[in-house]
């Protein structure tokens, strides 16, 4: 098993909808959580970045964490076209002394029609 | 600079020759990675350097990939003898520093896309 899950699509959603975007993950000790978009043939640019259980919201965004399932979530309001892009959830396990381990899930690439 | 600068943005290859991918991070950033994104794959973690320490290669796939990173800035990764599985995006990041937990974000350059023909 993967240390974190996503679905890589394609998801493809109308103008205006709410995108839910979803990984999980193996290991219980990873303590922050990111989302990462990424536009066609560019770097990922990172969205949100949350460290405990809950809902953080920025705009259209709002990231959710449930440490309990291990199981994280993005969700796009009123989505746009601009938003097409492939998602990446990324998670931090922090060791301690200056080491850390940064794991990517593979993303899901979103499409909204106009 | 304003952002992480990767050079080149394209580079063709034929198979068996070595290439060598520059990163110039964000200045000030201490901490500087190289991934690896292939088609439909995720992003591959590759090397990770944080100041002066002994930098974390645990991702290299082979002996054919190196990188150094001088004078604590600008990083090189370096492909030797390339291969067509070797065809992808090399992605090189930075961030302020190499600890999380203080909201530290990473910045990605846009990427060099390897072909390996």
């Known amino acids: 098993q993967k240390e974190v899950e996503q679905d890589p699509g394609p998801l493809s959603v109308p103008e205006g909808a709410i995108v839910s975007l979803n990984c999980t993950y193996s290991?219980?000790?990873?303590?922050?959580f990111m989302w990462y978009r990424q536009y066609s043939r560019k770097g990922p640019e990172l969205l949100m970045y949350t460290y405990s259980s809950g809902n953080k919201e920025d705009g259209r965004f709002t990231a959710q964490v449930d440490k309990s399932s291990k199981y994280i979530s993005l969700f796009i309001r009123d989505s746009q076209p601009s938003d097409s892009a492939t998602y990446l959830c990324a998670m931090i396990l922090y060791s301690g002394a200056g080491s850390y381990q940064l794991t990517f899930g593979k993303g899901t690439k979103l499409s909204v029609i106009p | 600079g304003a952002g992480v600068s990767q050079s080149p943005s394209n580079k063709v290859t034929e198979k068996g020759k070595d290439v060598e991918l520059r990163c110039d991070p964000i200045?000030?950033?201490?901490?500087l990675y190289w991934y690896r994104q292939s088609l439909g794959q995720g992003l591959e973690f590759l090397i990770y350097?944080?100041?002066?320490?002994?930098?974390?290669k645990s991702g290299l796939p082979s002996d054919r990939f190196s990188a150094e990173r001088t004078g604590g800035s600008v990083s090189t990764l370096t492909i030797q003898r390339t291969q067509q599985e070797d065809s992808a995006v090399y992605l090189c990041?930075?961030?302020?520093?190499?600890?999380?937990?203080?909201?530290?974000?990473?910045?990605f350059g846009e990427g060099s896309w390897l072909t390996v023909v």
């Open positions: 350097f944080q100041g002066n320490s002994a930098p974390d």
């Open positions: 990041a930075s961030s302020f520093s190499g600890t999380a937990g203080s909201g530290n974000t990473i910045y």
């Open positions: 290991n219980s000790a990873f303590q922050y």
């Open positions: 200045s000030g950033h201490t901490a």
